[in-house]
DNA sequence: AGGACACTTACGTGGCGTCAACGTGC
DNA sequence: CGCACGTTGACGCCACGTAAGTGTCC
């Protein structure tokens, strides 16, 4: 039986490490000394190098802990999801070495300016959107929207998030005193989101049906895109489900 | 002049981003109403921008002040190496990806277990070390290093580890009561260590001058190899390359 | 007067590193 | 007796999210 410090040297990790697995159920030891020292058995090895494994492939300390400890986990899935988080992420970094690349060598002079490298950044942050929305929109639908938007200027941006603010927070109001999703006040409401809806769309069903899919879609949104629209709380939500669809049937 | 909401919403970070920047110095607002509100001037978003534009490149929030904060420092060159860092990364990563890859197409039964899987993973793995080890040795230098390691049981590991272990106790110990390099229990030691390197280098002198590079290159090891050999303190470490001098020397 | 804003303080995240203060085994 | 080893507890890292409690603007 080997107390952590062996145990840690012959598996090459520290004392530290072992005590954490320890506290986090990873890895038990196989039992105490009288004085609370922790005994390990070699054989605990296996378990050791299977954490170090999966590590190695990218899972938290928690899946881990999940895959170990479900005898029947579907470890075929699981890895098969993990090789998809892992791509984009190598995805993500090859644009950025691209972008780098290019501000190097399109800027050949001592000092870069700010101006040319934020501009390529931008495009690569821009193209990436335009990947991602690949995934609601067609690539038709993309240019559409993309040709409505020439004429967007910074002042309309404004002002279309603030009567967005605006309907959101209406519809908090509503649905915090309990009002009839299909009642007067709610339906006027609808008529001005379906206003700005259509506004975005051209009046485009196609893109409307996208854009739902995209809202519905918001888990997957990537972090920077999230407080892009405020978060509603449940019932607002299922409020402002409510009120849209009886707008829809009339 | 904008509160810090407002100025969030025009540049689409969070309140709390815009006072974390600011008691970390990355972006003071211009100044304060008499009741301690931020202000910040519109012009304040190019600042930002460049705060946002470094931080999708990779940088962290200590290296961008230092950019940002340091008028003549060198942006094409910290591109550079953060290029570098990300390639790295990048490369990592595809690496996982393909020993995930080989890991689900070898097994083809249901489940996939954990002896030929954990052997691919480590394959990769050994096969990143080798590729790293390149930068120190070359390839048949490195062919040989593994053709005398197949005659290396773990009981000599472990036998290995522990004379080194030793040799690193009396150094530190004789650098603590300030002994000669060049004296006698020094050069004693200095036999020792001097014995453990011609039995790895197998009296290779072009081997050795390969590890004398990875050992002086430590900062770059990855994390996981850094606690392969324990670190020395300045004393210590100076005391040790003092005494190999002298021994070579004689 | 009330609600929408602002402020500071402080805890949580993950995977440990790194003391500090103390007990134990040889 | 000394010293290497073990233990728990607690703070630090990073880039904020998320309260909680309080003050301010319109």
């Known amino acids: 039986l080997l107390t952590t410090g062996a145990f840690a040297k012959m598996a090459g990790v520290t004392v530290r490490t072992l005590r954490y697995y320890d506290r986090m ?6 039992g105490h000394t009288p004085s609370e020292q922790r005994l ?14 999966l590590k190695y492939i990218g899972f938290s300390l928690a899946e881990i802990g999940r895959i170990l400890n479900a005898p029947d986990f579907n470890l075929r899935a699981a890895l098969i999801a993990q090789r998809a988080t892992i791509g984009n992420k190598a995805r993500q970094m090859t644009s950025v070495i691209r ?3 290019e501000a190097i060598s399109t800027v050949a002079g001592e000092k870069l300016d700010w101006e ?21 929109y067609t690539e038709e639908q993309l240019k559409a929207i993309a040709e ?31 009002a009839d999703p299909a009642g007067k006040e709610a339906q006027a ?7 700005m809806i259509d506004a975005f769309t051209g009046g485009d069903k196609s893109i409307e049906s996208g854009l739902n899919k995209f809202y519905a879609d918001r888990q997957n ?30």
């Open 25 to 30: 159920g990873l890895l038990k030891p196989q």
């Open 221 to 250: 949104w990537p972090a920077q895109m999230q407080n892009f629209v405020p978060k509603l709380d449940d019932k607002t939500q299922q409020f402002y489900e409510a009120m849209m669809k009886a707008h829809k049937e009339k």
């Open 189 to 195: 409401l609808a008529k001005r989101a379906q206003a």
């Open 148 to 178: 409505r938007g020439k004429n967007f200027t910074a002042a309309d941006q404004v002002k279309v998030s603030a009567e967005w603010d605006d309907i959101y927070k209406t519809a908090k109001k509503l649905a915090d005193k309990n």
């Open 99 to 101: 972008a780098i690349d």
């Open 116 to 136: 040319k490298f934020a501009g390529i950044i931008r495009e690569v942050q821009m193209e990436k959107n335009q990947d991602f929305m690949k995934k609601y």
């Open 40 to 53: 390990y058995r070699p054989e605990e090895l296996v378990r050791l190098q299977q954490v170090l494994t």
